[in-house]
């Protein structure tokens, strides 16, 4: 998925020249926590609530009431500003927000703001990635880290027929694996289980029912 | 009042079948018959025949090109292309000649149960063929053609204007008739499951309420794989009664799938026969303590025909009369059945202890229970409370 898929088109911003109060009521009332700073159609900057929080004054210090509306945008701003482009894909974006350990990313495109994303919809985006979106069952299975494994393993389930809903490929638990989690559209997934382990595969889940067989019949 | 209570059967519902090799195997029901008869406990004036089901009925809840296309089906008159986007495409629920008429006798069947109840003939009817909770409105899905349990609710709704509870402990969530009632405060639907993060279909998590009027009247109990007896009872036994005390059913319908037996080769819950005693001994209770004793019980899921189907709805039938059933099983039984039986059966109707081996992470798969519990209950009763109809 690109940024421009999942990206809030609607962003709120401040100019340089605002104050911290203007700011602050903004992340009250539209419920954000990061306002971009924009001159001229350019991010020069961004606060977060949490900076204008600093700038608020302690209840306990009445006297300094007038600090928010006193204080300029452009003086509590954090620059420079880390962006991302519309057609940078979401995970670049993950990775990026994840390395800066920052809440949000503005989206620049020709040098002016066209929109944002924030940690919350890239999270958003992994449950529609890897939500249930139709019937099926989970099927996970460890294979070693080489060519061609998850074609052995597609071609099982095509072979039976049935349909993959959604599939993903993590490192495995020990070096040269790799677990893929697949959920298929069937209701028995028992043909496709005894298939790939009888190509050799480790089954992680769901695991062959015969152990209870065998100690019944012990 | 001292009305018997009812079982719904005739080889007729046999008809409901997907092919020889298909888990969903007709032979469980003619199994479980003859076991409840070799016990002694189904003397003919408590047996009663399946009618077929009005069009009109099941129009009231599915959608009449849906329910055209598997007419044509039925008839072989119908492409798999056409059939694909309907759920009938598959090796899962694939159609079949004949499938109309068949569906039809399990539709009939459980409305047949719901009337009769209704009309005072009985107060406490099994449907055991019922039990398709995977039939949505306009898509067959999981065994599941059309959906009876949402067909009798329709028709308790419309006829009579009740409220109902119905509540499902298959292994598999009844995603069928929680979304079909989905937006409707007048249906309240539990289902205890495997978690959908597992096993088919995927939905039944906390977080599905209900939406709309209906919203905190979908409850849903996601299990771990490998959840055992205690957990499971646990689980049941502290959600089942506030929920009803907060809604005020006028009848309660329960979906008794039983696959999730440790044995059932479908899925991967650990219970015992224990649990599917609990279940209907709970059941019956709060059906004479909320519904004036109005309880249709249904079957379902359930894919260890030989060893699991039939003790596990036996003991629901035992159930229904009050009866307490000796633990060896009838010999004429087995030996009727073992020859043809590919595993040896049973020997007793109820599970001993330790019959599988120690389930590893055991601790953690009950404590993980003890919070869905917590988050599924949460505010659930003054939800309800709150916003059904009086």
Avoid at chain 2, 180 to 207: A, K
Wanted: with cysteine; hydrophobic share 40%.
């Amino acid at each position: 998925m690109l940024i421009e898929e999942i990206m809030e088109k609607n962003v709120h911003f401040v100019g340089p020249e605002s104050t911290a109060l203007e700011a602050l009521l903004i992340t009250q009332e539209k419920r954000v926590r990061h306002i971009p700073v924009v001159e001229e159609g350019k991010v020069i900057g961004i606060l977060s609530d949490r900076d204008l929080r600093d700038v608020k004054p302690s209840i306990l210090s009445p006297e300094q009431d007038d600090l928010l509306a006193t204080t300029k945008v452009k003086d509590i701003m954090r620059k420079p500003v880390i962006t991302v482009h519309p057609l940078d894909a979401m995970e670049d974006a993950a990775r990026i927000i994840y390395e800066h350990k920052i809440g949000c990313l503005p989206v620049v495109q020709n040098d002016r703001l066209v929109g944002i994303i924030t940690s919350t919809d890239l999270l958003h985006s992994l449950v529609v990635v890897m939500g249930v979106a139709q019937p099926g069952s989970h099927v996970e299975i460890d294979v070693p880290d080489k060519p061609g494994a998850l074609l052995d393993i597609t071609r099982i389930i095509k072979e039976q027929g049935i349909n993959i809903i959604s599939i993903y490929v993590t490192p495995g638990k020990t070096e040269n694996r790799r677990t893929i989690v697949l959920r298929v559209g069937a209701f028995d997934t028992r043909a496709i289980v005894d298939s790939i382990v009888e190509a050799g595969y480790n089954m992680i889940f769901p695991l062959p029912k015969r152990l209870y067989e065998e100690h019944r019949n012990e | 009042m001292n009305k018997l209570p009812s079982l719904i059967y005739s080889p007729a519902l046999h008809a409901y079948k997907f092919g020889p090799d298909h888990p969903f195997n007709p032979l469980r029901l003619e199994l479980t018959v003859d076991l409840i008869e070799k016990y002694g406990i189904l003397p003919a004036e408590q047996k009663f025949e399946p009618e077929t089901c009005e069009l009109e009925d099941i129009l009231m809840v599915h959608q009449s090109n849906f329910v055209h296309l598997i007419e044509k089906a039925s008839q072989g008159e119908a492409s798999k292309d056409l059939l694909r986007p309907y759920g009938l495409g598959s090796d899962d629920t694939p159609a079949f000649p004949g499938m109309f008429e068949a569906t039809k006798t399990v539709l009939g069947a459980t409305l047949l149960g719901a009337k009769m109840i209704m009309e005072g003939k009985s107060d406490h009817v099994f449907s055991i063929g019922g039990g398709l909770h995977h039939g949505h409105r306009n898509k067959a899905s999981g065994f599941c053609i059309l959906n009876d349990a949402a067909v009798a609710i329709s028709y308790l709704q419309r006829k009579y204007g009740l409220k109902v509870a119905y509540i499902d402990t298959d292994a598999h969530h009844g995603d069928g008739v929680q979304f079909i009632f989905y937006d409707d405060p007048t249906v309240l639907t539990i289902s205890l499951h495997e978690t959908g993060r597992y096993l088919f279909p995927g939905t039944g998590q906390v977080e599905e309420r209900g939406r709309f009027e209906g919203y905190g009247f979908s409850v849903n109990l996601p299990l771990e794989a490998y959840t055992e007896d205690d957990s499971f009872i646990e689980l049941y036994e502290q959600s089942i009664e506030p929920l009803l005390e907060a809604f005020q059913p006028d009848i309660l319908i329960t979906q008794n799938g039983c696959d999730a037996h440790y044995l059932d080769p479908l899925t991967h819950l650990a219970v015992t026969t224990r649990t599917f005693e609990v279940i209907p001994h709970i059941a019956h209770r709060l059906a004479h303590k909320y519904c004036q004793g109005r309880w249709l019980a249904l079957g379902g899921g359930g894919y260890d025909h030989w060893r699991v189907v039939p003790r596990a709805w036996t003991l629901l039938w035992a159930e229904m009369n009050d009866i307490t059933l000796p633990n060896e099983i009838p010999q004429e039984w087995l030996q009727r059945w073992q020859k043809q039986s590919p595993v040896s059966l049973p020997l007793y109707l109820r599970d001993g202890e330790n019959e599988f081996p120690p389930i590893p992470r055991r601790e953690i798969i009950t404590d993980k229970n003890k919070v869905t519990l917590q988050r599924t209950m949460g505010d659930a009763v003054e939800l309800i409370m709150s916003r059904r109809a009086c």
